[in-house]
């Protein structure tokens, strides 16, 4: 070992400067060694099991588009049909072009961004689990603070019982402007 002058710095140390002789490598276990097969562009890619088919192709089934522009949240308040549910409502429109649009508007009253964003999903997730049973149309669902208090069954009954009166109401409103394009005729 080299030792160097101190220069009267207080806890500094003489330490050599040389790197240390090198050592073995490492030896790693056999357990945590690829057990083997063919590696590279001739090894064959990995198959999809049930499972994941199951929800790649359920996910492909119901497309769930987002309104995000404040002018189509306007028209959907102006001149849509309101129906309040316990801590959410829903503004819905019927749908001509077959498309189904989903707004969900959570105001900073609910709570902090993780808070609204975890309802958010939720909301997401019952409409993709009651998605046979979606009309086509507009939607936007307002959330009120209530809902922080509520678990994921409670939000979906709270979907559900919502979409069963929208589809109700949308199915009275194009059966009434059906009627009307007829007697117009």
Not at 25 to 32: F, V
Not at 59 to 86: C, M, N, P, T, Y
Not at 140 to 150: G, I, K, M, T, W
Request: with cysteine.
């Amino acid at each position: 070992r080299l030792l160097l002058p101190n220069f009267g710095v207080p806890g500094e140390e003489n330490l050599s400067a040389q790197q240390p002789k090198a050592c073995q490598e490492a030896r790693i276990p056999p357990s945590y060694v690829d057990a083997g097969g063919a590696s590279g562009p001739q090894s064959a890619a990995p198959t999809r099991t049930a499972a994941v088919e199951r929800l790649v192709s359920s996910a492909d089934q119901f497309q769930l588009h987002s309104i995000s522009k404040s002018a189509e949240f306007a028209e959907l308040r102006s001149s849509g049909v309101r129906i309040r549910g316990g801590a959410m409502s829903l503004t819905c429109i019927a749908s001509n072009d077959g498309d189904t649009r989903v707004g969900i508007s959570i105001p900073r009253k609910v709570g902090n961004a993780v808070v609204r964003n975890r309802i958010r999903r939720q909301v997401k997730a019952c409409l993709r689990e009651i998605s046979a049973n979606v009309q086509p149309g507009r939607y936007a669902f307002l959330v009120y603070p209530e809902v922080v208090r509520l678990g994921y069954h409670q939000i979906l009954e709270i979907v559900r019982s919502l979409m069963a009166q929208a589809d109700v109401r949308l199915a009275a409103g194009q059966s009434a402007l059906e009627e009307t394009n007829k007697d117009s005729r």
